[in-house]
């Protein structure tokens, strides 16, 4: 009785085994219109902006230069990385722009060495992209707004701008990237 059990499970194993073996793998996914979309950043640019002093900062002028590239080389993610100086000295940042299909918003993950690290989503409306995210500093919880317009295919003019309540919207920082 316990052979007959035994031959029973093995041949019910191999059959679920050669079941599963004969169905197609799941296709390889595919960037979408979207994810195209994020080629308009690949590149190198140079960037310059005025920051007004607040809570992330003194004011003063930033300049800095940034190489963005396909990660991996398969058109999902860019991925770009800074360097620069500004009111607080040289500053190095990195920075990952997506498109969540599922959520049906463009991303930003961002770090950079003074400390600070961020996620955001973002929509296009033509060449107007605006990203939003809430960034903690202290006790304070403030709403983030980076407007960016590509004003040309070499030129992106931006303004990021703060907000308390998330309805009164202060200018923190305004300036342009230039396309190498």
């Given amino acids: 009785m316990r052979i007959i059990r035994f031959v029973t499970v093995l041949a019910f194993a191999l ?8 169905e197609e793998p799941p296709a390889m996914p595919q960037p979408t219109e979207e994810h195209k979309l994020l080629a308009k950043w690949v590149g190198q640019w140079s960037g310059e902006g005025e920051m007004n002093p ?7 002028r930033m300049t800095w230069t940034e190489e963005c590239e396909w990660f991996g080389g398969v058109e999902f ?7 620069g100086e500004g009111p607080m000295g040289p500053m190095k940042g990195l920075g990952i722009i997506g498109y969540d299909a599922n959520k ?9 060495s003074g400390g600070w690290a961020n996620y955001a989503e973002g929509t296009r409306s033509g060449d107007e992209w605006t990203f939003q995210a809430k960034e903690k500093m202290g006790d304070k919880v403030f709403h983030s707004r980076f407007k960016m317009k590509l004003a040309s295919p070499t030129q992106i003019d931006f303004v990021w701008e703060v907000s308390e309540d998330g309805k009164t919207w202060v200018a923190m920082m305004d300036g342009m990237s230039t396309r190498k």
């Fill in 15 to 22: 059959f679920a085994t050669a079941v599963c073996l004969a």
């Fill in 54 to 60: 607040g809570p992330f900062g003194p004011g003063g």
């Fill in 77 to 83: 993610n860019v991925v770009c990385k800074s360097k």
């Fill in 104 to 112: 049906q918003v463009f991303t930003h993950y961002g770090v950079d």
